[in-house]
């Protein structure tokens, strides 16, 4: 007898079996395919990504490592695993051991402070405000209610990283863990440079390249190997993988980490995922990821230009990177104004705080751009000029709504000439109607 005999609803497709949800993704789906996105950490992943997340390897329990694992019949899933740990090793030179397990980059930093610290133990970060992330001792955050940060900036005069802020930092904290790593710095880190210091005053260097793991494995910003002790980061963003987390280590801190990360933080690891980053990471070393690599960033320092043309204040001048941070008080907006605006019209960005921010976070006098996304979708030079004229012009006009729709009827136009990857345009008219 087939499984259908006992429950009918088992082999039932999405659409049939809940509608109204299905209803929900053709909305989301339309709105993936209308807008542009230039959220910085955003991105689309690949059909065969989507395809390993949504496997049977979501039905497996396997605790553990592989071939050290608490519950039997792990074989296959042991193989996916170790195919996603020897790719992470080969695509990250000089990394020693991964763990491919945190669910997502917060879960990759909380476990890799329980790993480095004791409670009350002290670190430090670069600043939420000044870029840093809120896993990275925000007050509303596990890392700064249990651990005791002391926080770096940026120069107001430059943007860039203030080295006497970190010595000082480093010396005042005689820190366990010190950070490395930023959500919305546009230049390169040098990673180097925070080893010496966290090194001399005896504490581990940690690197979050969450934002930059893609640029690193496709050879385009400095690797934090072999400067630093722990390397996290997420696999959805610039890397192009599922939505997940990953932490390096050195050898000697290995079973430290895994230790953490399982039974420390999590239970059950995510064995689709896990098969969904082994994907990701094997399109990852082909030199097509490296060429796109290149694109976003070409696109994002053509974007930085466009817009510092039209008087946007564009952070430490340009961009090293797929990110770019601007103040745009000079258009006499806040970031927030500028964020509606833009969204208004089908543009997706963020706002920000910028170095010397005298707004509320809430407020802002800045927004972040990135092109990671845009760029998957094959867009270019020509559309990062026009990206900046429709951003000057729906700040300008964020109070006619005429005008406002015609500029949002042009991005529409636009952004359906670069289709969604997995976003089949044929069938989803079919199912809009
Ligand atoms: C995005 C990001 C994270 C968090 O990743 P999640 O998967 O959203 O938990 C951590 N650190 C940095 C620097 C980030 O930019």
């Given at each position: 007898?087939?499984n259908?005999a006992h429950?009918?609803?088992m082999?039932l497709?999405?659409r ?8 929900i993704?053709v909305?989301e789906?339309?709105?993936q ?5 230039l959220?910085?950490s955003e991105?689309?992943?690949?059909a065969a ?6 496997s ?6 396997a ?14 899933v042991?193989?996916?695993?170790n195919l996603?740990r020897s ?5 990250f030179?000089?990394?020693?051991h991964v763990n491919v ?5 917060a879960?990759?930093?909380t476990?890799?402070?329980?790993a480095a610290?004791?409670p ?5 970060a670069?600043?939420?405000d000044q870029?840093?992330h809120?896993?990275h001792?925000?007050s509303?955050?596990i890392?700064g ?6 926080f770096?900036?940026v120069?107001?005069e ?12 480093v010396d005042?904290a005689?820190?366990k863990?010190?950070i490395?790593?930023?959500?919305a710095?546009p230049?390169?880190?040098d990673f180097?440079k925070f080893?010496?210091?966290a090194?001399?005053a005896?504490?581990?260097?940690m690197?979050?390249m969450?934002?930059?793991?893609g640029?690193?494995a ?6 934090p ?7 996290t980061?997420?696999?959805h ?9 990953m932490i390096f280590?050195?050898t ?13 933080n999590?239970?059950g ?14 399109l990852?070393?082909?030199p ?5 690599m290149?694109?976003?960033?070409d696109n994002?320092?053509?974007l930085?230009?466009?817009l510092?043309a039209r008087?946007?204040?564009?952070i430490?001048?340009?961009t090293d990177?797929?990110l770019i ?7 006499g907006v ?5 964020t509606a ?6 543009v ?7 170095p010397g921010?005298t707004?509320?976070p809430m407020?802002?006098?800045g927004?972040?751009?990135g092109?990671?996304?845009?760029t998957?979708r094959g867009?270019g030079l ?5 990206i900046?004229?429709?951003?000057v012009?729906?700040i ?5 709504s ?6 949002r009827r042009e991005?529409v136009?636009?952004a359906?000439?670069?289709p969604v990857p ?5 069938e989803?008219a079919?199912?809009?109607?």
């Amino acid at each position: 007898m087939s499984n259908a005999a006992h429950d009918p609803m088992m082999n039932l497709s999405l659409r049939k079996v809940d509608p109204e949800l299905d209803a929900i993704f053709v909305k989301e789906a339309v709105r993936q395919r209308d807008h542009i996105e230039l959220i910085a950490s955003e991105n689309y992943t690949y059909a065969a990504v989507r395809e390993a997340q949504g496997s049977i390897l979501t039905n497996k329990y396997a605790e553990g490592l592989p071939g050290k694992r608490y519950y039997a019949g792990c074989d296959y899933v042991d193989e996916a695993e170790n195919l996603a740990r020897s790719r992470a090793l080969q695509l990250f030179v000089g990394s020693e051991h991964v763990n491919v397990q945190p669910h997502s980059g917060a879960s990759a930093n909380t476990a890799t402070f329980t790993a480095a610290m004791s409670p009350g133990d002290p670190f430090v970060a670069m600043s939420l405000d000044q870029g840093g992330h809120l896993s990275h001792g925000a007050s509303v955050n596990i890392s700064g209610k249990w651990f005791k940060p002391t926080f770096y900036g940026v120069r107001a005069e430059d943007g860039l990283v203030d080295w006497d802020a970190v010595q000082r930092a480093v010396d005042e904290a005689k820190p366990k863990v010190v950070i490395a790593g930023a959500s919305a710095y546009p230049r390169v880190l040098d990673f180097e440079k925070f080893a010496a210091i966290a090194h001399a005053a005896g504490a581990k260097l940690m690197v979050d390249m969450a934002h930059i793991s893609g640029v690193v494995a496709a050879g385009l910003h400095p690797s934090p190997f072999p400067h630093a002790d722990y390397v996290t980061t997420t696999t959805h963003k610039t890397l192009r993988g599922p939505r997940g987390g990953m932490i390096f280590a050195r050898t000697d801190e290995a079973a430290a980490i895994d230790r953490a990360v399982f039974p420390g933080n999590q239970g059950g690891p995510l064995m689709h995922v896990i098969a969904a980053k082994a994907v990701a990471y094997k399109l990852a070393l082909q030199p097509e990821f490296r060429a796109y690599m290149q694109r976003t960033l070409d696109n994002a320092k053509a974007l930085a230009a466009a817009l510092a043309a039209r008087g946007f204040g564009v952070i430490t001048g340009g961009t090293d990177i797929h990110l770019i941070l601007c103040d745009v008080t000079p258009l006499g907006v806040t970031g927030k104004e500028a964020t509606a605006a833009l969204e208004a019209v089908g543009v997706t960005i963020n706002k920000n705080s910028i170095p010397g921010e005298t707004r509320s976070p809430m407020v802002t006098s800045g927004v972040r751009y990135g092109t990671p996304a845009a760029t998957t979708r094959g867009m270019g030079l020509a559309e990062m000029e026009q990206i900046a004229q429709w951003s000057v012009e729906a700040i300008a006009a964020r109070e006619d709504s005429a005008k406002l729709e015609q500029i949002r009827r042009e991005v529409v136009k636009v952004a359906q000439r670069f289709p969604v990857p997995g976003n089949d345009a044929a069938e989803l008219a079919a199912r809009e109607s």
